[in-house]
């Protein structure tokens, strides 16, 4: 367990110690799928979902959730994002929507879980206001595509 940063010597939860870390940019991008049948991405396309505009509530959700990652995971650090988005991309061939998360920050430790927090929120929103069409919908593969800045550098995750 030595390899694990939030594990103190005695093997308990610890808030790492970022005090003495390099101020750096730092940026994250993940993804995440909300895979749903033909007609309910079609329906949210059109707009047509009876709780509203999904992506836009969706969107909102997502930069909402970046900024309280602090508030939902346990041992990261409160942050001052300079930066937090969320794209779209409606794609036929899954059928579904496959959405991107970003979170910037000039800061002492990475945004990472900012960046991952906001597209599960994302996606969970699509869920929440499409399901009366769509019980079935699938999140699936939420995961980091790219960190940047830090001590590691830069990362890109395998196609």
Not at 18 to 42: C, H, N
Not at 76 to 89: E, G, N, Q, R, Y
Not at 113 to 122: D, I, K, Y
Not at 142 to 153: A, C, N, V
Request: contains cysteine; proline residues 3%.
């Amino acid at each position: 367990m030595s390899g694990l940063t939030h594990i103190d010597p005695q093997g308990r939860a610890s808030m790492v110690d970022v005090g003495d870390k390099a101020v750096t940019s730092r940026t994250a991008v993940a993804e995440g799928l909300v895979i749903m049948q033909p007609e309910t991405l079609a329906m949210i396309r059109a707009g047509a979902a009876k709780k509203g505009d999904v992506l836009a509530t969706a969107r909102i959700a997502g930069i909402m959730a970046a900024k309280k990652t602090h508030d939902l995971i346990p041992l990261c650090h409160p942050l001052l994002l300079t930066k937090a988005s969320i794209d779209f991309d409606l794609d036929d061939s899954l059928p579904g929507i496959r959405v991107t998360g970003l979170a910037r920050v000039s800061g002492q430790t990475g945004v990472e879980m900012e960046a991952l927090t906001a597209v599960s929120v994302a996606c969970l929103t699509i869920y929440d206001m499409a399901k009366a069409a769509d019980r079935g919908m699938r999140i699936d593969g939420i995961r980091l595509l790219e960190k940047l800045g830090g001590k590691s550098g830069h990362w890109v995750a395998e196609a």
